[in-house]
């Protein structure tokens, strides 16, 4: 271990992210055989171009995992964020997934996504003092 230096920081790393990130990927690249997620985002802007809500996630195989989805709280509760939503599901269809999957451990957005189609798959009590942790799916064909 002479060899090595060890760091630790508590603040953004973006060299690290990257390096991260891109490794992280390779070697899952290379572990489903070539195959590579394709990152989709959707997104809503104001009538001032100003971004309001967005969705981000992959397609990859047969699945769309939603790793992001954001409506800012002054424009919630009118449809937007099911419109982010039927806007992904139709991405997903178009990449050949049958299922769209997501976790979260936002209580609010329970009632939101089994509103919208999503069953409950798994759920962790006390994941984080105070939180549980919740993960959805929904078939599609």
Do not use: Q, W
Not at 21 to 35: C, F, P
Not at 43 to 63: C, Q, S, T, V
């Amino acid at each position: 271990m002479n060899n090595y230096s060890f760091e630790t920081i508590d603040s953004n790393y973006e060299e690290l992210e990257k390096y991260l990130n891109d490794e992280l990927i390779s070697y899952g690249v290379n572990e489903a055989d070539g195959n590579r997620p394709e990152y989709i985002y959707c997104y809503i802007k104001d009538r001032r171009h100003k971004i309001i809500g967005g969705i981000k996630g992959y397609a990859m195989f047969n699945l769309f995992y939603i790793s992001k989805l954001f409506v800012d709280e002054k424009h919630r509760n009118i449809g937007l964020g099911r419109k982010l939503l039927t806007e992904i599901e139709n991405v997903a269809i178009k990449h050949s997934c049958n299922t769209i999957r997501l976790d979260t451990l936002n209580k609010k957005s329970h009632s939101f996504y089994l509103n919208y189609g999503f069953e409950k798959t798994m759920e962790i009590k006390d994941y984080m003092e105070g939180f549980d942790l919740l993960f959805f799916h929904k078939n599609i064909n």
